[in-house]
């Protein structure tokens, strides 16, 4: 066919309207976008966009939506490929295609008939949002992605080749030789796993060479040798245990070695900030600084930790007089605890933006500094990226941008985002600061009908209302976000330390300033 001919035939398939034509629709848009994109017919892809939006706006069968969404995304994805060839980079032209496909993938999951496809659609799209969020940066979030396509299927092989891939260049941003040795050598045992299913001839080349060379650097005992770690204690008590035991299985610690194990020996908060060089006259502000971003963090984990967990009423809620409002509310410390917990996880993203300002020196005013609008030219997104970020080659601290158009803001330059659920966190966000954030258990009803006096008569207009159980899950996301992002953070000012010694090099002496740590016993 010629390019015109594909392009006539994808836009006829928007003229379709009987439901029962949608399978093969689907299965013709599918083929169509996946030789479009291997031929180079941008025209083809875009007008394959148009028809994916076009079925979706015009409420299709829920049943197709998903899918609709992932050939979408691919459509998006071959487009990217045909305008960048670097991954890691700040805005450009490509940043377009790649928000799109970012945005799709996600809406693809978020479909009720994601859980009704295959499962190796599913791992297929799992897989897909795990590389892309790899490409830009985010390498710490990927790797749920491919966890959750290989717990669909263990062994399938672009899941764990990719995630083999996507270790290795994770372990490059690593300052801790023995952590970056274990990520090497987990990528070594995916890649190796990977070679051994039904994998394309391109994909299989590059999952070779990169196992390859890996075995190469580490040795062939090394990367074939299984470890013991033994065991370390994860606490004094059962409490203490279970707690360590959540975290590590939701991987929470802030330690890199927890997104590839689930031994014990993970179970503790080794991150901190490498070596920074700095001044004479200045002192160890940035260590005080991360100190207390960690600190902050780890609190919002145990508060968040405890209020999911509490099974029985808290003496502090005994006597406390309350009216039962008929909508079965969550009133409780466990609940408060929660609700803190949200907020202060939160709140470290904008921190994160005043540590960045300070450190890169970028002399925003105080009052104008937010983790969302930092990256560009005063704060407005029109005027482009920053020069400052745009000179850097600094793969974590992308991931830190491409982070922040996760988050929606009540501002025109950053209402849309990649993020299909932002503005819904960015409300409970708002409402749990300012306003008047309401959360019901379990038993509260669905949408209250037009005739349905007697809930319009309860339902509490004041309040922002969620069930309990999902705002647990939004509380955990923020949690999980706010965990990369101090990674990234960590990873980010280390490649910055590289890349200051190599310019000045030679330029004058530099004295070694020995912090001792902050004994357990004196944290009261």
Same mark, same amino acid.
């Given at each position: 066919?010629?390019?015109?001919?594909?392009?006539?035939?994808?836009?006829?398939?928007?003229?379709?309207?009987?439901?029962?034509?949608?399978?093969?629709?689907?299965?013709?848009?599918?083929?169509?976008?996946?030789?479009?994109?291997?031929?180079?017919?941008?025209?083809?892809?875009?007008?394959?966009?148009?028809?994916?939006?076009?079925?979706?706006?015009?409420?299709?069968?829920?049943?197709?939506?998903?899918?609709?969404?992932?050939?979408?995304?691919?459509?998006?994805?071959?487009?990217?490929?045909?305008?960048?060839?670097?991954?890691?980079?700040?805005?450009?032209?490509?940043?377009?295609?790649?928000?799109?496909?970012?945005?799709?993938?996600?809406?693809?999951?978020?479909?009720?008939?994601?859980?009704?496809?295959?499962?190796?659609?599913?791992?297929?799209?799992?897989?897909?949002?795990?590389?892309?969020?790899?490409?830009?940066?985010?390498?710490?979030?990927?790797?749920?992605?491919?966890?959750?396509?290989?717990?669909?299927?263990?062994?399938?092989?672009?899941?764990?080749?990719?995630?083999?891939?996507?270790?290795?260049?994770?372990?490059?941003?690593?300052?801790?030789?023995?952590?970056?040795?274990?990520?090497?050598?987990?990528?070594?045992?995916?890649?190796?796993?990977?070679?051994?299913?039904?994998?394309?001839?391109?994909?299989?080349?590059?999952?070779?060479?990169?196992?390859?060379?890996?075995?190469?650097?580490?040795?062939?005992?090394?990367?074939?040798?299984?470890?013991?770690?033994?065991?370390?204690?994860?606490?004094?008590?059962?409490?203490?245990?279970?707690?360590?035991?959540?975290?590590?299985?939701?991987?929470?610690?802030?330690?890199?070695?927890?997104? /590839?194990?689930?031994?014990?020996?993970?179970?503790?908060?080794?991150?901190?900030?490498?070596?920074?060089?700095?001044?004479?006259?200045?002192?160890?502000?940035?260590?005080?600084?991360?100190?207390?971003?960690?600190?902050?963090?780890?609190?919002?984990?145990?508060?968040?930790?405890?209020?999911?967990?509490?099974?029985?009423?808290?003496?502090?809620?005994?006597?406390?007089?309350?009216?039962?409002?008929?909508?079965?509310?969550?009133?409780?410390?466990?609940?408060?605890?929660?609700?803190?917990?949200?907020? /202060?996880?939160?709140?470290?993203?904008?921190?994160?933006?005043?540590?960045?300002?300070?450190?890169?020196?970028?002399?925003?005013?105080?009052?104008?500094?937010?983790?969302?609008?930092?990256?560009?030219?005063?704060?407005?997104?029109?005027?482009?990226?920053?020069?400052?970020?745009?000179?850097?080659?600094?793969?974590?601290?992308?991931?830190?941008?491409?982070?922040?158009?996760?988050?929606?803001?009540?501002?025109?330059?950053?209402?849309?985002?990649?993020?299909?659920?932002?503005?819904?966190?960015?409300?409970?966000?708002?409402?749990?600061?300012?306003?008047?954030?309401?959360?019901?258990?379990?038993?509260?009803?669905?949408?209250?009908?037009?005739?349905?006096?007697?809930?319009?008569?309860?339902?509490?207009?004041?309040?922002?209302?969620?069930?309990?159980?999902?705002?647990?899950?939004?509380?955990?996301?923020?949690?999980?976000?706010?965990?990369?992002?101090?990674?990234?953070?960590?990873?980010?000012?280390?490649?910055?330390?590289?890349?200051?010694?190599?310019?000045?090099?030679?330029?004058?002496? /530099?004295?070694?300033?020995?912090?001792?740590?902050?004994?357990?016993?004196?944290?009261?």
């Amino acid at each position: 066919m010629s390019p015109d001919e594909v392009v006539d035939i994808i836009v006829s398939l928007k003229e379709t309207t009987d439901e029962t034509d949608f399978n093969r629709l689907l299965a013709q848009l599918g083929v169509l976008i996946d030789y479009s994109g291997d031929t180079g017919n941008e025209k083809a892809l875009r007008e394959a966009v148009g028809v994916c939006e076009h079925l979706v706006s015009h409420n299709i069968l829920s049943e197709h939506r998903s899918l609709l969404f992932y050939f979408c995304a691919n459509a998006w994805s071959h487009l990217r490929r045909l305008t960048d060839t670097v991954s890691g980079t700040w805005e450009k032209p490509s940043s377009v295609e790649c928000e799109n496909e970012l945005l799709n993938l996600r809406r693809a999951i978020r479909e009720e008939s994601f859980s009704k496809l295959s499962i190796n659609e599913r791992c297929q799209i799992l897989t897909n949002l795990g590389n892309v969020f790899s490409y830009v940066g985010r390498f710490v979030e990927s790797i749920d992605y491919w966890n959750m396509a290989l717990d669909l299927d263990a062994g399938f092989s672009m899941a764990l080749g990719n995630r083999g891939y996507g270790l290795t260049h994770y372990a490059g941003v690593l300052y801790d030789d023995g952590h970056r040795n274990l990520f090497m050598k987990s990528a070594y045992a995916d890649l190796n796993k990977a070679l051994t299913g039904d994998i394309h001839k391109g994909a299989r080349q590059a999952f070779r060479e990169y196992r390859d060379w890996i075995e190469q650097v580490l040795g062939a005992d090394y990367v074939k040798e299984p470890i013991d770690f033994g065991e370390f204690s994860l606490g004094d008590t059962e409490e203490e245990v279970r707690y360590r035991d959540w975290c590590i299985d939701h991987r929470l610690f802030l330690n890199p070695l927890n997104d /590839i194990l689930k031994e014990s020996v993970v179970s503790h908060d080794c991150l901190t900030t490498p070596s920074i060089v700095v001044a004479l006259n200045e002192g160890p502000y940035y260590p005080g600084f991360y100190n207390q971003l960690k600190q902050e963090y780890v609190s919002a984990r145990f508060l968040f930790y405890e209020g999911l967990s509490a099974e029985a009423t808290h003496f502090s809620d005994r006597g406390v007089l309350l009216y039962n409002t008929l909508d079965y509310p969550s009133y409780s410390v466990a609940t408060e605890k929660m609700k803190a917990a949200f907020r /202060i996880a939160y709140s470290l993203l904008d921190k994160i933006a005043y540590f960045l300002n300070k450190y890169l020196r970028l002399e925003i005013p105080e009052r104008s500094v937010y983790f969302r609008s930092i990256w560009y030219e005063d704060g407005n997104k029109h005027k482009g990226v920053r020069e400052t970020f745009t000179t850097l080659k600094n793969w974590p601290l992308v991931g830190l941008f491409w982070l922040s158009k996760d988050l929606y803001e009540n501002r025109a330059d950053f209402k849309e985002t990649i993020e299909p659920s932002a503005q819904a966190m960015y409300e409970v966000r708002n409402h749990v600061e300012h306003k008047y954030l309401k959360l019901h258990d379990s038993m509260w009803s669905g949408p209250m009908t037009e005739d349905d006096e007697v809930r319009a008569g309860l339902t509490d207009s004041l309040a922002y209302s969620m069930y309990r159980t999902d705002f647990e899950e939004k509380t955990l996301k923020i949690i999980k976000i706010t965990r990369a992002a101090l990674i990234y953070l960590s990873l980010a000012i280390c490649v910055e330390e590289k890349r200051r010694e190599s310019e000045k090099s030679g330029e004058g002496l /530099i004295a070694n300033m020995v912090l001792d740590v902050w004994e357990d016993e004196w944290k009261c």
